[in-house]
């Protein structure tokens, strides 16, 4: 077998056991003197194979709730007694790996002609926030075109099953997207056949990661009429698309006697 061959074994032997939740496997082919760059704190790294061991309880605590943890590209050079890899991995919910990526890297040295790892980075590539505020805001371009259109499957293909909507009108709130659709049916059906237009002319939209928040203002023209209200609507990326998870509505309320 050559060196290549023995590091791929390892590293895919240390990915199946991280899978597994198999600690001694984890930790059977890594240095005294290990020292790692992991996503999470600390900054300076964890150093030493005691403090290594101590990251990886509350990470098989995550993934036994369901996530993923598998190497999708793997790629070895080898010398005579020190290699380095890189990988790509799928790390998280299945719902949350359809695009991103676990970057890894690790340096290995052979030791009584046996390899062991002596350095590994983990990482993930930060979110481009500017990219998810414009795909947030592109959204709400689909929704104002399907609402031009009365297209209400179109008005939902962004409503995530499990949405919370705070509407105008009773009951105080709306949950699951069957109970939102109603609320888009009655106000297509408002229209009587003729077109509706939707627009929030100041749409603001602040996106960090997974989660973003719009607000605005809705202008919506029905039968000659403009209605004003005010929105504020918070979205999660799922499988690779953002979804709607919850909407606040409301006109302002004089309180006066």
């Known amino acids: 077998m050559t060196a290549e061959q023995e590091i791929r074994e ?3 032997r240390w990915a199946d056991a991280v899978h597994k939740g198999d600690l001694p496997g ?18 300076e790294g964890v150093r030493g194979i005691d403090a290594y061991e101590q990251t990886w309880p509350g990470f098989f605590q995550w993934q036994a709730q369901g996530a993923v943890f598998e ?15 890189y990988a790509l991995l799928r790390c998280g919910m299945p719902d949350e790996i359809v695009v991103n990526r676990l970057r ?11 390899w062991i790892v002596a350095h590994e980075h983990h ?3 930060l979110p481009d926030n500017a ?14 075109a399907a609402t031009a259109t009365n297209d209400l499957d179109a008005m939902m293909a962004s409503i995530a099953d499990d949405v919370v909507s705070y509407e105008h009108e009773p009951p105080l709130s709306y949950e699951g997207v069957d109970a939102v659709r109603e609320v888009c049916r009655r106000g297509l059906e408002a229209g009587g056949g003729q077109p509706i237009t939707l627009a929030m002319p100041d749409l603001r939209v602040v996106a960090d990661g997974d989660l973003a928040v719009a607000w605005g203002l809705n202008k919506v ?13 918070i979205f999660q990326k799922r499988s690779g698309s953002w979804q709607l998870t919850h909407q606040h509505l409301s006109v302002p309320h004089d309180l006066t006697p």
């Open 10 to 12: 390892l590293i895919h």
């Open 26 to 43: 984890v930790l059977a082919d890594h240095a005294d003197d290990i020292v790692m760059y992991d996503v999470p704190p600390p900054y």
């Open 71 to 85: 190497i999708v590209e793997l790629d070895v050079i080898a010398g005579d007694d020190v290699a380095f890899a």
């Open 104 to 114: 890894l890297t690790l340096g290995l040295r052979r030791v009584d002609g046996r």
């Open 123 to 125: 990482s993930f590539p």
């Open 131 to 144: 990219q998810s505020e414009r795909e947030v805001r592109e959204v709400h371009e689909g929704w104002y």
């Open 221 to 233: 023209v029905s039968n000659g009429k403009t209605h004003w209200s005010r929105a504020t609507r």
